[in-house]
C-alpha cells in the first residue's frame, strides 16, 4: 500500500469524527435548550404559586407550635432554599413572646462566644425545648389510651383517635392499635364488631360507621314501644262448669290489642281463658298455653253488666323487660330517713309498708313483709344474737341499694324461728349485713302462705294448720322508736318522740351526704 492511498484513508477518517463531533454538539445544544425550557418552567409555576410560611407569637401552646413546626417544614420543601436561609426566614416569622425568646438565644451564644445557629434543624431543637414540655408526650399517651366515644358519634371518635395516634407517633404492631381502638367505641358497636372479620385499622374505619347508622335506623330488630303494644288475641275454647263454651273473637291484624267487649252473667269469671265457673288458679287452659292477659275486674250483677277485656298474646322474645336481664340478683330496700311533715288528716297506712314485731327465740325482733322483694332476709346481727348456724349457699350472689355502686355479696343462708300468734315455724332465709330491720319476709314466705295482703288496712292474713292468722302493721316510727310492749304516756311524750326521730334523721342524712361526697371525690 502506497502513502499516498493511506493519507487519503486518513483524511476520510478525519472527515467522519469531524461530522460526528459537529452532530454531537448540535445535539447537545438542543438538549441543553429543552433542560432550560423546563427548568424555566419549573421557576414559573412556582412563582405563579404564591406560598406564605406561617407567623408564630409564643404561645405555650405544645399543639399550635407543632403545628407551626410542621408547616414550615412544607414551605421549605418547596422552596429550595440554604440552611442559613431558612433560618433567617424562620427568624422573621417569630413574633411577639417568640421573637424575644430568639433574640435572647441569640445574644446569649454571643456573650458565650458560641457560634450562632445557622441549621434548620438546630434552630427547631431549641424552639421545642421552649415551647414542647417534657411531660407533653406522655400526656398525649394518656389522653389516648383513656380515649373513649362515649356520646360522641363515631366519625367524631375516629378523628379524635387518628390525631392521637399521629401526634404520638408511636412505633406499635397494628393490631394493638386496632385492639386500642375497639376498647374505646361503645358496648353496642363493640358487640356488632365482633360479627365482621375485621383486621386491618383501615377496615375498622370503614365498618364502625356502617354500624352506627345500622343501629340507629329503624331497621333494627329491637323492643319498641309500638312493637311492645302490638299484641294479638289468642283462639282457643275452654269448657266452664256451667257447660257452655266462651270462645274469644279474633281480631283482624289492623285491631291488635283493641279491647275486647264480652258478656257476663253475674258468676265468678277467669281472666286468663275468659270463661266462667272458675277462677284463674283452677284454669284447665294454665298448663301449655302463654297467654298474658288483662282484665277490668267489677262486680256484675244478675242483669248483666258489659265488661272490657283487654288480652294480649306475647311471643316469648316480648317476655323480656325494657330494662334487660341484670347480670346478678338484686334486692333493693329504700327507708326513708328524712321526710317533710305530713298533713295530721293523711293515713300513715298509705306511704308504709308493713312493719311489725314477732318472736324469735324469746326475743322480740323487728320485722318488714314485703311483696316486692324476691327473697326471705335476716341480719346479721340477728344471726349473732340469736345464735343461729348459717349454711354456705350453693348459689352465691350480691344484692344492692339502688346500683352497683354498693354491692353486698351473699354467701349465707339459715333458718330462722318464728312465732306470733298460733303461728310458729323455721323460715329459710338468706343472711344479709342490714340496719333497716331484722327479718324481711319476701315473696318466698308469702308463696308459701299463700298470704293475702289488704292494700287499704295494710294487714297480712293466711291460713295456717286452719286456723286463720291475721297480722296488723306497726307505725314506723313507733317500730323504730319504742321497745316492744312500750306505751306512750301523753302527747307531750309523743310530740317530744318525734323531734327526736327527725333530729335522728336529719343527722342520718348529713352522713350519708358526706359518704356520698367522699366516694365522688
Not at 45 to 54: G, I, Q, R, T, Y
Not at 63 to 89: N, Q
Not at 172 to 196: A, M, N, P, W, Y
Request: with cysteine; glycine share 4%; charged share 30%.
Amino acid at each position: 500500500m502506497d502513502s499516498k492511498r493511506i493519507v487519503q484513508m486518513l483524511e476520510t477518517l478525519t472527515k467522519q469524527v469531524t461530522d460526528l463531533t459537529t452532530r454531537f454538539e448540535e445535539r447537545s445544544r438542543l438538549v441543553d435548550r429543552r433542560f432550560a425550557d423546563i427548568e424555566a418552567s419549573i421557576q414559573h409555576d412556582e412563582e405563579s404559586v404564591k406560598l406564605d410560611a406561617p407567623n408564630f407569637n409564643g404561645e405555650l401552646n405544645p399543639k399550635a407550635f407543632l403545628d407551626w413546626l410542621a408547616t414550615m417544614d412544607r414551605y421549605f420543601e418547596w422552596h429550595d432554599m440554604s440552611e442559613a436561609r431558612k433560618v433567617r426566614l424562620a427568624k422573621i416569622k417569630l413574633l411577639g413572646q417568640a421573637g424575644l425568646f430568639w433574640t435572647n438565644v441569640e445574644t446569649q451564644l454571643k456573650r458565650a462566644g458560641e457560634e450562632p445557629i445557622v441549621h434548620w434543624v438546630d434552630m427547631k431543637e431549641r424552639l421545642k425545648q421552649k415551647y414542647v414540655p417534657f411531660s407533653y408526650q406522655q400526656r398525649l399517651l394518656d389522653q389516648w389510651q383513656t380515649l373513649r366515644q362515649g356520646n360522641m358519634p363515631v366519625i367524631e371518635y375516629i378523628g379524635k383517635f387518628e390525631e392521637f395516634m399521629f401526634r404520638c407517633d408511636v412505633r406499635e404492631d397494628q393490631l394493638v392499635t386496632l385492639s386500642r381502638f375497639k376498647s374505646g367505641l361503645s358496648t353496642e358497636i363493640q358487640r356488632e364488631l365482633i360479627l365482621h372479620n375485621v383486621n386491618t385499622l383501615e377496615r375498622a374505619f370503614e365498618v364502625v360507621p356502617e354500624l352506627e347508622r345500622y343501629l340507629k335506623s329503624s331497621n333494627v330488630v329491637k323492643q319498641t314501644d309500638s312493637q311492645k303494644s302490638d299484641f294479638r288475641v289468642g283462639t282457643f275454647e275452654t269448657p266452664t262448669s256451667k257447660g257452655f263454651t266462651t270462645t274469644n273473637l279474633v281480631k283482624p291484624a289492623n285491631e291488635k290489642g283493641a279491647l275486647v267487649d264480652t258478656r257476663g252473667d253475674g258468676t265468678t269469671g277467669c281472666y286468663r281463658c275468659q270463661g266462667f265457673g272458675h277462677i284463674d288458679v283452677h284454669c284447665p287452659t294454665k298448663k301449655g298455653t302463654r297467654n298474658l292477659c288483662a282484665s277490668i275486674d267489677k262486680q256484675a250483677d244478675n242483669e248483666g253488666e258489659r265488661e272490657q277485656i283487654y288480652e294480649p298474646q306475647l311471643a316469648d322474645k316480648d317476655l323480656e323487660d325494657d330494662f334487660g336481664e341484670a347480670p346478678h340478683s338484686r334486692l333493693a330496700v329504700l327507708r326513708c330517713t328524712l321526710t317533710l311533715p305530713k298533713n295530721d288528716t293523711e293515713d300513715w297506712r298509705r306511704t308504709s309498708i308493713f312493719h311489725t314485731y314477732i318472736k324469735s327465740d324469746d326475743k322480740k325482733c323487728k320485722v318488714i313483709i314485703d311483696n316486692g322483694s324476691c327473697i326471705n332476709v335476716v341480719s346479721t346481727l340477728t344471726v349473732s344474737r340469736l345464735g343461729l348456724s348459717p349454711y354456705k349457699l350453693p348459689e352465691p350472689y350480691k344484692v344492692a341499694w339502688m346500683d352497683d355502686t354498693s354491692s353486698i355479696p351473699i354467701t349465707q343462708r339459715c333458718q330462722v324461728p318464728i312465732e306470733f300468734s298460733s303461728y310458729k315455724d323455721h323460715v329459710w332465709c338468706d343472711v344479709v349485713a342490714m340496719d333497716v330491720n331484722h327479718i324481711l319476709l319476701g315473696r318466698p314466705w308469702i308463696y308459701d302462705h299463700n298470704v293475702t295482703i289488704l292494700g287499704r288496712e295494710n294487714i297480712c292474713s293466711f291460713i295456717h294448720k286452719g286456723k286463720s292468722v291475721t297480722l296488723k302493721p306497726l307505725q314506723p316510727k313507733l317500730v323504730n322508736q319504742f321497745p316492744p310492749n312500750m306505751e306512750v304516756q301523753n302527747k307531750e311524750d309523743l310530740q317530744r318522740i318525734n323531734r327526736d326521730i327527725l333530729d335522728r334523721d336529719y343527722k342520718l342524712y348529713l352522713a350519708g351526704i358526706e359518704r356520698f361526697s367522699a366516694r365522688g371525690n
